[in-house]
Structure formats: C-alpha cells, structure tokens
C-alpha cells in the first residue's frame, strides 16, 4: 500500500505558502530545498516544512490538497497554528 502526504511549506519569514501533494515527503522537500524544480517555490524560496497529512488514498490527497488551496490564507493559518504554533520546520521529523 502507497502512502501519500498533503504538505505546506512556506518561506523563512512565512510569508508565502505552498501547499503539494506526494508520495515521498522527505524527497520532494529536499527538491524543493535544493531548488531542483524551478517555479513557484523554487522562486519564494519556499522549502520549510510547516505541516502535512498522511493517507493511503492518492485521491483523497488530492481532494484535501484542492480543499486546502481553495481555503483563505487566514484559514490555513489557522490550520498550521493548530498543529505547530511556532511554525517550526517539521522536515527533521520526517526523515531523509
């Protein structure tokens, strides 16, 4: 069975949000860190981890990425600050 994570990762001064969807978190976190991938958070500089979900279902992941994006940004912050009020990066808890 897959597993697949909703995640949001911001800036240094949290400024810009980017919420994604993939099948490996750590992976796709040190893409975004390292710039592999150029676009949007290539550009903002977006590579601290600041919240995900996990699920084993590839569509219900991509519904929650879709309800997620669709929220205000007073919404998803409410969201980050639920489950990691200090906004601290979370990528060391996921392992490389």
Same mark, same amino acid.
């Given at each position: 069975? #897959?597993?697949?994570?909703?995640?949001?990762?911001?800036?240094?001064?949290?400024?810009?949000?980017? +919420?994604?969807?993939?099948?490996?978190?750590?992976?796709? +976190?040190?893409?975004?860190?390292?710039?592999?991938? *150029? !676009? /949007?958070?290539?550009?903002?500089? @977006?590579?601290?981890? =600041?919240? /995900?979900?996990?699920?084993?279902? =590839?569509? #219900?992941?991509?519904?929650?990425?879709?309800? @997620?994006? !669709?929220?205000?940004?007073?919404? $998803?912050? $409410? @969201? +980050?600050?639920? =489950?990691? *009020?200090?906004?601290?990066?979370?990528? *060391? #808890?996921? !392992?490389?």
């Amino acid at each position: 069975m #897959s597993t697949y994570w909703v995640y949001i990762v911001t800036n240094d001064l949290n400024s810009v949000l980017y +919420i994604g969807v993939t099948n490996d978190l750590a992976r796709r +976190i040190e893409e975004h860190r390292q710039k592999l991938v *150029p !676009g /949007f958070t290539a550009k903002y500089n @977006l590579s601290k981890l =600041v919240h /995900f979900e996990e699920t084993n279902d =590839v569509r #219900s992941a991509i519904e929650r990425e879709k309800q @997620l994006k !669709g929220w205000t940004r007073k919404k $998803k912050n $409410k @969201l +980050i600050d639920s =489950v990691n *009020p200090k906004w601290n990066d979370l990528s *060391p #808890s996921i !392992g490389s």
